[in-house]
């Protein structure tokens, strides 16, 4: 969202300031408390209130926004490393409890995904949702109605992401007050939680306005593109039996043959946007089939399109559907480029793509990349000789590879921004370099460190550790060291709907089958890469899947993709950093380094597919129901 309610708070202040300036003096309000009354006196005042529940959806009150964070949720998976806090994903480390909570207790963090700040959010709204029909308008019904809408949406967002991550949530639709009996609070069951989800929703769509909306509010397209979120996540394999030990706990699961009528709504509820109900969405770029052979410019041809959906600063483009827009200087603040970006540039080096993750790109032509191509069985290392590259160069590991690989990773060699005046002239200029130099190939010590390795010239405790940076999210045009970002973050695209659709129509199999692989292709084909083409169901999931992980790599899917499909245990495993060595003689090693650990990882017992409730809350509640296995 941007900064749409500033001048509606300036105007708030000021109406407070001449109301007060009415008053006799001896007859003031506090000024440093919560004035329900004064809130709901005034139709802008509670427009301002609803701004900071907007903000609020991304946790406490001072990091609260929404979206880009310096440490990524995807960070908690197979796709990144997040090198500064890494013990702070928990349930990657088998150290989660309702005492150590990690990324999901730390407000700067992971505030959005916090039990008490979702909680404390859903108390503002039902506020506003149980005061906003007694405020006096002129004028402005179309605004009032409006206005819940929006509340509704947000209201559902947050019950959503308790959904997705604790399961079933105490249910509340109007405020908390003193005096209540809190002792009577009770979780309600996954069922029970979506289906209050579901009704908030439709409320949403009944009140919000298709179009005419301030971009950055909540609209009816957002509301549905949820719907399909929540939907799709419900219809999985982690709370439809694939947990057989808690198929009957029904905090965590549906009821017994549920998943098929769920895969039907979660296929109906993206169809309805794709449908153009809410609104008309497109994926930005072409989505006919890709020129065979590709060329390299066509590659990246392919590749500036989709990096420029997430570098977005103005009018969004048709295939976002909701966001957060972030303003040069006030309001909300993204510090992606000096969060993300390589050291070598003054940057912190943080959430570095990982060895597997990269190895999930495809080549340009659709196939699947292989790195022992050239010493069939070896995958740890890549060599190559001059003459070698010259004749096949994509002996290069990053050479002839999907583009969105170009758009999403900063590879050694990659080009990147103007070095800073401290680093300028040392080669290679403007190119990312993680590897090392040596003279003479069997040299144990290089002459040189690339710039942006831990052992760089420049802020070498900020290296990456994988052998990788991030370059989606990133902003080319801007200098992190100096400068926050304007990019926006994209948090509903129809990308998403896409794929949503694909998945539920290939799970329900039988006629839906060829839909969700054609709904499949369109983003395949926007990526530049061929269709896929199958009739076998095992085959197709998996398609689906790979295609999820690599379009909307960083974006925080990953994280609920790998929970509710339960493959955590599969692909979460130590990682280790690829060690890049280059020769005089024009000799190159590619090394995935089995000596250097970057992070021990081990996704180890079922029970982290679920986050505890903190030990504070169950303490402040004992009668709320733990989340199994803790």
Not at 285 to 313: C, H, L, R, W
Not at 439 to 449: L, Q, T, Y
Not at 472 to 477: A, E, G, S
Request: glycine share 8%; hydrophobic share 40%; net charge neutral.
């Amino acid at each position: 969202m941007k900064k749409i309610f500033l001048n509606i708070t300036a105007l708030a202040l000021l109406l407070l300031s001449l109301a007060a300036c009415k008053e006799n003096v001896l007859n003031k309000s506090a000024v440093d408390t919560f004035n329900e009354q004064l809130v709901f006196s005034d139709i802008n005042v509670v427009n301002a209130y609803l701004g900071k529940v907007y903000d609020r959806m991304g946790g406490n009150v001072d990091n609260g926004i929404l979206g880009m964070r310096e440490d990524l949720l995807s960070s908690g998976t197979d796709q990144l490393l997040c090198i500064h806090r890494p013990a702070n994903y928990v349930m990657l480390k088998g150290t989660m409890t309702p005492d150590q909570l990690g990324v999901f207790n730390d407000d700067d963090k992971g505030g959005w995904l916090r039990w008490n700040n979702l909680y404390a959010n859903i108390q503002d709204i039902n506020r506003i949702l149980g005061g906003i029909d007694a405020v006096p308008v002129t004028n402005s019904a179309a605004l009032v109605k409006q206005m819940k809408g929006e509340a509704y949406f947000i209201r559902a967002f947050d019950y959503s992401t308790l959904l997705m991550v604790y399961g079933g949530a105490v249910l509340k639709d109007t405020q908390y007050k003193l005096g209540d009996d809190y002792s009577t609070a009770k979780r309600a069951s996954i069922k029970e939680t979506l289906d209050f989800i579901l009704k908030d929703i439709q409320s949403a769509i009944t009140n919000l306005p298709a179009s005419g909306i301030e971009q950055g509010r909540a609209t009816q397209a957002a509301a549905a593109a949820l719907k399909s979120r929540i939907t799709l996540f419900c219809a999985s394999k982690l709370t439809n039996g694939g947990w057989p030990e808690q198929a009957g706990n029904a905090l965590v699961s549906f009821p017994a043959g549920s998943q098929t009528a769920l895969l039907t709504q979660a296929r109906d509820a993206a169809k309805d946007v794709m449908d153009a109900k809410f609104g008309s969405f497109s994926l930005v770029g072409t989505t006919s089939e890709p020129p065979s052979p590709i060329t390299a410019a066509q590659v990246q041809a392919y590749a500036d399109n989709y990096f420029s959906i997430f570098n977005q600063k103005g009018g969004w483009n048709s295939e976002t559907i909701w966001g957060i827009q972030y303003p040069l200087s006030g309001g909300n603040s993204n510090n992606a480029n000096i969060w993300n970006g390589p050291n070598g540039y003054h940057n912190w080096g943080n959430n570095d793509p990982t060895e597997a993750s990269v190895r999930k790109f495809e080549m340009a032509d659709g196939t699947k990349f292989q790195w022992d191509k050239y010493t069939p069985g070896n995958l740890d290392l890549r060599t190559a000789t001059a003459a070698e590259l010259a004749a096949d160069p994509q002996r290069n590991p990053y050479v002839g590879r999907e583009a969105r690989f170009y758009a999403i990773v900063l590879y050694d060699g990659a080009p990147w921004q103007p070095r800073p005046s401290d680093a300028a002239g040392l080669e290679p200029e403007n190119k990312v370099q993680t590897g090392y130099y040596f003279h003479n190939v069997g040299d144990a010590v290089p002459f040189k460190s690339g710039l942006d390795t831990r052992q760089g010239l420049i802020e070498a405790w900020n290296g990456q550790k994988t052998g990788y940076n991030m370059r989606k999210l990133m902003d080319p045009t801007s200098a992190g060291q100096y400068f926050k970002n304007t990019n926006s973050w994209v948090e509903f695209r129809y990308a998403e709907i896409l794929l949503n659709y694909a998945e539920a129509c290939i799970e329900l199999g039988g006629a839906d089958l060829q839909n969700g692989i054609a709904a499949m292709n369109l983003v395949r084909k926007r990526a530049g890469l061929p269709s896929r083409v199958t009739t076998d169901q095992a085959v197709a999931r998996q398609f689906v899947r790979d295609e999820r992980n690599v379009e909307f790599f960083a974006e925080g899917h990953r994280f609920y993709d790998i929970r509710r499909w339960m493959i955590a245990e599969q692909v979460i495993e130590p990682i280790f950093s690829m060690r890049i060595e280059h020769y005089d003689n024009g000799f190159t090693k590619w090394i995935y380094n089995k000596a250097d650990k970057a992070d021990d990882r081990v996704f180890a017992d079922k029970k982290y597919y679920w986050v505890p409730i903190g030990r504070d809350e169950m303490n402040k509640a004992p009668q709320l129901v733990q989340n199994p296995g803790y």
